[in-house]
């Protein structure tokens, strides 16, 4: 069945580091790649997306790249902020069918300033 | 811009309870879905709804769970006798009519406490 691997948390990070959080999926077919941001106490919140690929999705200085070949979406900024403290889900949704999400375990990222 | 609105935003509730979860997902959407997340845990799927029926059902969703569409415009997801581990945030979400590559739109989520 589809599933979503994502590196453990949480993730520690000084203000202005680079960031990266693995995403790996199992699929079939092509499914569509998301991620979605859970600050304290607030609901999902859609960072960015991808539907097929080499598609790259980018939002607020993040990025990620749908890539076929590694079955990743991996998340990447250049220099985090404080304020992109928050869990950080990926997800893929089915090609057919109900198109439900499955999502991964979430990283907890926490930038000191 | 449109959002999917959940209420409450927090429910306290005795074992044994019936609560009602409420939903307005965006208006034009298609399917509808209900999430749960237990506290620090991944978000999990629940049930999807579209054509006024389920549509898919995960191995959660058993008995004690039901879904509505009463009146076109709310989305409720009803559990009959509240146990301790359905505590937990319960998201509702909505998707256009092209499901494919679209992206689901979540609400806020309402945090159930079971006592």
């Known amino acids: 069945g589809n599933s979503v691997t994502q590196m453990e948390g949480p993730v520690t990070l000084s203000e202005e580091a680079f960031l990266t959080i693995n995403c790996t999926y199992t699929?079939?077919?092509?499914?569509?790649l998301f991620w979605y941001v859970q600050y304290p106490g607030e609901g999902l919140q859609l960072l960015l997306k991808a539907t097929k690929a080499d598609d790259k999705g980018s939002n607020k200085g993040f990025e990620a790249t749908y890539r076929k070949e590694t079955t990743s979406f991996h998340l990447e900024k250049g220099s985090v902020q404080v304020s992109d403290s928050a869990v950080y889900f990926c997800?893929?949704?089915?090609?057919?069918?109900?198109?439900?999400?499955?999502f991964g375990t979430g990283t907890r990222l926490k930038v000191l300033a | 811009e449109p959002e999917v609105t959940q209420t409450p935003s927090h429910q306290v509730t005795q074992m044994g309870q019936e609560v009602i979860l409420r939903c307005v997902p965006i208006s034009n959407h298609l399917y509808f879905y209900w999430y749960r997340q237990i506290l620090g845990q991944k978000v999990e799927f629940l049930v999807s709804?579209?054509?006024?029926?389920?549509?898919?059902k995960s191995e959660i969703f058993d008995d004690q769970f039901s879904v509505e569409r009463p009146d076109g415009s709310n989305f409720t997801l009803k559990i009959r006798s509240t146990k301790l581990e359905d505590s937990a945030m319960y998201f509702c979400a909505s998707r256009g009519v092209r499901g494919f590559g679209t992206e689901a739109f979540f609400g806020q989520g309402t945090r159930l406490t079971v006592v």
């Open positions: 997800a893929l949704s089915a090609t057919s069918g109900t198109y439900k999400y499955i």
């Open positions: 709804f579209y054509n006024n029926e389920i549509s898919e």
């Open positions: 699929a079939t077919g092509y499914p569509s």
